[in-house]
């Protein structure tokens, strides 16, 4: 079984300019989630899905930050404009509904400069 | 809300040597317990999880964890540990509501090193 897919790993790009990160999760997982990891911390949830629907994004800044799973499968976390505190390792995770502990991608680790 | 307090950032240990990773948790609500581990440049992998029953959950890697209530705490422990245990491990909780809240709140981490 493919496990959560991530790409890109890594990205390095300069402030102001716009980024975006792709998920694929594991097939048959209803329920996806994107977390924030800043250096030194545990990760923080930035947004979950019930398939293609948004049930919880509170913690989404959402005057820059953007996402989608269009078809419920597959999600694209978007920002812009990057800033220098955007700098973080983004992790997808998927689960099935009812099931307790993800599995996390690799995530995507982001240097804005 | 619920939180989580990772109560040592780093532990470093000797091979073979036993090792015990400390947690401490805060809700008003009951709670599902997990400890995670994640290897440099990778994603967190699940250990273990508490959702109910034995307060004594055992995990992947000859790790095992201990639910106690009364002292919120679900310290993880391996009675022996290797070279390639060398980690960050993440304790993490949510509230158990029955429902679809599955939002983990995560500690800090601890950075498990194991020395020859």
């Known amino acids: 079984e493919a496990g959560v897919v991530q790409s890109p790993r890594y990205k390095i790009i300069e402030k102001k300019q716009p980024v975006a990160f792709w998920c694929n999760p594991i097939s048959g997982h209803n329920t996806l989630y994107w977390y924030r990891q800043n250096l030194g911390q545990g990760p923080e949830l930035l947004i979950r899905?019930?398939?293609?629907?948004?049930?919880?994004d509170s913690q989404l800044p959402k005057d820059r930050f953007s996402a989608e799973r269009l078809k419920g499968v597959d999600s694209t976390l978007k920002i812009q404009p990057a800033e220098l505190g955007d700098s973080a390792v983004y992790l997808c995770?998927?689960?099935?509904?009812?099931?307790?502990?993800?599995?996390f991608g690799s995530g995507t680790r982001l240097t804005v400069v | 809300a619920q939180s989580v307090t990772q109560l040592d950032s780093q532990v470093p240990v000797f091979e073979e040597a036993p090792v015990e990773l400390r947690c401490n948790y805060s809700?008003?609500?009951?709670?599902?317990l997990f400890w995670y581990v994640q290897y440099p440049n990778q994603g967190l992998q699940l250990l273990l999880k508490y959702l109910s029953g034995s307060t004594l959950v055992k995990g992947i890697n000859g790790f095992e964890a201990e639910f106690n209530k009364s002292q919120t705490s679900f310290h993880l422990r391996k009675p022996s540990v290797h070279i390639s245990d060398t980690a960050e491990y993440f304790c993490?909780?949510?509230?158990?509501?029955?429902?679809?809240?599955?939002?983990?709140?995560f500690g800090k981490g601890t950075l498990l090193t194991v020395n020859p």
């Open positions: 993490a909780v949510t509230k158990n509501s029955g429902g679809s809240n599955y939002k983990l709140t």
């Open positions: 995770a998927s689960s099935l509904w009812g099931d307790y502990g993800y599995t």
């Open positions: 899905y019930e398939n293609e629907e948004a049930v919880d």
């Open positions: 809700s008003s609500v009951s709670v599902y």
